[in-house]
């Protein structure tokens, strides 16, 4: 799957993506500062799915109708990145099929999922 990882999923998630066989991009690596509105438009233009720990996601995709090819926001607040990452794989190896084109939160255990 092609992912575009903001900011605060972190290295660790980036690395188990990318040993997991992911196309992976990171905003760190392209431009920390880099706005919200513009990382949605980089992955709906490269078809990538953003993953991100930043709320503001939710209003530019359900509120705006930003295009976009699919957003996993992470309610991990001050999770570590092996918690981050147990929650990506458990994710992945059971939701993948859910994940394009939708703005899926996970939240307490829990994965809602919602086609715009």
């Known amino acids: 799957m092609k992912v575009l990882v903001d900011v605060g999923g972190g ?6 993506l990318a ?10 690596e392209l431009d920390v500062r880099m706005l919200d509105a513009d990382i949605l ?3 709906a233009a490269e078809e990538r799915l953003v993953i991100t720990m930043d709320k503001d996601f ?4 359900v509120h705006a109708r930003r295009g976009h ?5 992470l309610r991990l607040d001050e999770a570590d990145s092996q918690t981050k990452v ?5 994710i992945f190896s059971s939701h993948a099929d859910l994940l394009s084109g ?3 939160v996970y939240q ?4 809602r999922v919602r086609r715009l």
């Open 41 to 43: 438009a980089l992955a």
């Open 69 to 73: 090819a699919g957003v996993l926001l």
């Open 58 to 61: 939710g209003d530019l995709v």
């Open 19 to 28: 040993d997991q066989g992911h196309d992976v991009l990171a905003v760190r």
């Open 86 to 90: 147990r929650v990506v794989a458990e």
């Open 102 to 104: 939708a703005y899926c």
């Open 108 to 111: 307490r255990d829990r994965l």
């Open 11 to 16: 290295r660790v998630v980036e690395q188990w």
